[in-house]
C-alpha cells in the first residue's frame, strides 16, 4: 500500500496543501489566495475563518487533483506564515476580532511605552526576540484591550489565543485541541526560551490571562487528530512548525552551524545554532527551530524586508520591465554597476541595522549610468543585505559560515546568486527542491509517522546549482565596505 503525506502551508497571501509520496517527492499542489485587509495605514489583518476555509478547500482539493486514497495520508504537516494572532471565543468557535497579521504595526507605540518602562532587556533575555510589533504578544494585548467585554471573557477562561497552527489545529480537531509547536509559541513574547515554557512575568507585563494560551507540543509526532473534515477521515497532525523553521528543516540544516536563506518579498536568514539558546549580542533573534522528542534545536534569524520586492518595485514602479525574471539579462547587459549603489531601505532597514526612519537611496549616479545599472545595483543590494546578516551572525558565533543553502522564488535569478558568493566569500547552493517551507512540514510529518528516515531525507537534498566565490576577499571587502557607506547615508531620513 502506498501511503502519503498531506502538507498544509498556510502563507501571509495563500493557503497552499501539497501531497508528498513516500519517497517525499511532491506529486500534486493547490494553492488558493485570500483577501488582505488594511483598515488603516499600517494596519494589516486576515479573516481567520477565511483563512481556515481556504486551508480545508486546498485541502480537499489536492487530494481529489492526486487521486490519492484519504485513507492512504499516513499524516498531516502544517506549516504557516509566524506571529498571525487570532482571538477566538472557546464555546462559539468563533473569532473575536480579524487576525492581526505579523506585518501589522499598530502596537508600535505599545512596544516604545514597555520600552520607556525599561522592560524590554527582560523580554529579549527571556524570549530571544526584540520587543517589537512584529511578534503576537502585543497583538493579543491590543484585541483585549479594543474588542469589547474581551478581557472580562479572557480572565474567565472563555477565551483562546493561538498563532495560525493553533487555529487550523482547532478546526481540523473540531475544537479538540488547543495546541502549537514550541517554533510557533517562541514568536509570541510570551514564551521563554530558557525554560520552554510560557513566562508569567511577560504574561502579567502584557496582560494575558495564562488561560488563553495553547499547550506547547512536539514539532514532529502525533499531537492531534484531524477529524472527520478531510474526506471523513481521521488523520494524525504530525508536523507542525513557523514557516522559516519549516523551511531550515527542509533544507535539512540539521546540523549546527548550517544556515538557509529564502529570496522571496523579503529575505530570511536562519541558522541552526544547536540544543542551546545562545542570544544575540549583535541584535539578531534567537528563536526554536524544532523540538523534537522533547530535544529543542534552537536558531539565530535575521530578515531583510526588501528582497525581491526591491526587483517588484522596478518592475511595477519604476516600469523597468514587465517580469522579475528580465532583471537578471538586464543586469548582465553591464560589466558593473558603474559606481551605482541603491540601498532599498523603502520601509525602513531590518537586521543588523534596524532603522524604521532609514529610506531608500541611489547614489554613484552620473550621466552614463542607466535602466541596466540601477537594475544590476537592485539585485546586488539584496545580496549585500543578506550580507550584513551573514556577517553578523559570524560575529555572533565566532566563525565564518562556508556555505549557505538558498531558496524562494527570487532564488531562480543565476546573477544574483553568484554575487551572493563573491560579495559574502561563500558557496551558495540551489537545490533541486525549492519548495522547501513546505516540504519542511511534510518531513517533520513523516518522520513523526514513521513513514520518512532521517538519512532518506538528507540524501532527498540534491544541489541543482553550487556558485563559487569569483573575486578574492580583499575585492570583496573593499565591495562592502563602499555599501555600508552608501548604507549610512540612507540612515535616519524621515523623521
Ligand atoms: P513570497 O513567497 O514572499 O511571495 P516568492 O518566493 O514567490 O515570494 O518570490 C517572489 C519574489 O521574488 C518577488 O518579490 C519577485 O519580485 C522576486 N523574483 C522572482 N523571480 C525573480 C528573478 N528572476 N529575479 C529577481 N527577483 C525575482
Known amino acids: 500500500m ?11 497571501t495563500s493557503s497552499r496543501a501539497i501531497i508528498y509520496n513516500k519517497n517525499a517527492q511532491p506529486i500534486a499542489a493547490v494553492q488558493k489566495e485570500f483577501k488582505q485587509i488594511f483598515p488603516k495605514p499600517g494596519w494589516v489583518e486576515h479573516d481567520p475563518v477565511e483563512i481556515w476555509e481556504s486551508q480545508l478547500e486546498v485541502a480537499r482539493a489536492v487530494i481529489i487533483k492526486s487521486n490519492v486514497r484519504p485513507e492512504n495520508i499516513s499524516g498531516i504537516g502544517i506549516t504557516n506564515q509566524r506571529e498571525t494572532t487570532v482571538v477566538w471565543n472557546r464555546n462559539t468557535g468563533k473569532p473575536i476580532y480579524n487576525a492581526i497579521v505579523w506585518q501589522d504595526r499598530r502596537t ?3 512596544c516604545n511605552q514597555l520600552k520607556g518602562k525599561k522592560l524590554e532587556k527582560i523580554f529579549t533575555s527571556k524570549t530571544g526576540l526584540v520587543l517589537d510589533a512584529y511578534f503576537s504578544g502585543t497583538k493579543i494585548n491590543w484585541i483585549l484591550t479594543h474588542v469589547e467585554g474581551a478581557r472580562k471573557l479572557a480572565e474567565n477562561g472563555e477565551l483562546a489565543f493561538g498563532t ?3 487555529w487550523l489545529i482547532w478546526n481540523l480537531t473540531n475544537g479538540k485541541s488547543h495546541i502549537t509547536d ?6 509570541t513574547l510570551c514564551f521563554n526560551l530558557h525554560t520552554m515554557e510560557w513566562d508569567q512575568e511577560l504574561l502579567d507585563i502584557l496582560e494575558i490571562p495564562v488561560s488563553m494560551l495553547p499547550e506547547v507540543k512536539d514539532s514532529s509526532g502525533t499531537v492531534a487528530l484531524a477529524t472527520d473534515l478531510i474526506y471523513k477521515r481521521q488523520i494524525p497532525i504530525a508536523g507542525v512548525a513557523g514557516d522559516q523553521q519549516a523551511a531550515l528543516f527542509g533544507q535539512m540544516c540539521t546540523e549546527t552551524g548550517m544556515a538557509k536563506c529564502t529570496y522571496g518579498t523579503g529575505c530570511f536568514l536562519m541558522m541552526n545554532i544547536g540544543s542551546k539558546p545562545v542570544l544575540s549580542k549583535n541584535k539578531l533573534l534567537t528563536t526554536v527551530g524544532w523540538r523534537i522528542k522533547g530535544e529543542t534545536t534552537y536558531a539565530l534569524e535575521g530578515s531583510v524586508f526588501m528582497g525581491g520586492a526591491t526587483i517588484q518595485w522596478l518592475r511595477d514602479g519604476l516600469k523597468f520591465f514587465e517580469n522579475a525574471a528580465e532583471s537578471e539579462a538586464l543586469a548582465a547587459s553591464v560589466t558593473s554597476t558603474d559606481g551605482v549603489i541603491m540601498v532599498p531601505a523603502l520601509t525602513g532597514l531590518g537586521a543588523p541595522h534596524w532603522d524604521a526612519n532609514a529610506r531608500g537611496t541611489i547614489i554613484g549616479i552620473t550621466r552614463g549610468t542607466t535602466r541596466a545599472h540601477i537594475t544590476r545595483a537592485a539585485l546586488e543590494s539584496i545580496c ?19 556555505q549557505l543553502r538558498v531558496d524562494g522564488g527570487a532564488t531562480a535569478n543565476s546573477f544574483m546568486m553568484q554575487f551572493q558568493s563573491s560579495i559574502s566569500s561563500i558557496e551558495v547552493h540551489r537545490p533541486t527542491n525549492l519548495e522547501t517551507t513546505a516540504l519542511g512540514a511534510a518531513y517533520l510529518a513523516g518522520l513523526g509517522v514513521g513513514l520518512f528516515k532521517m538519512n532518506k531525507l538528507q540524501e532527498n537534498w ?3 546549482t553550487s556558485f563559487k566565490p569569483k573575486i578574492n ?13 552608501a548604507v549610512e547615508r540612507s540612515k535616519n531620513w524621515a523623521s
Open 462 to 464: 540534491k544541489i541543482d
Open 164 to 166: 495560525i497552527d493553533s
Open 2 to 12: 502506498s501511503r502519503y503525506i498531506l502538507a498544509l502551508d498556510q502563507g501571509t
Open 182 to 187: 514550541a517554533s510557533n509559541a517562541s514568536r
Open 108 to 110: 508600535s507605540e505599545y
Open 473 to 485: 576577499k580583499g575585492e570583496a571587502d573593499a565591495n562592502n565596505s563602499q555599501w555600508l557607506k
Open 384 to 402: 549585500y543585505q543578506v550580507n550584513d546578516v551573514l556577517t553578523t551572525m559570524a560575529k555572533d558565533r565566532g566563525t565564518q559560515l562556508i
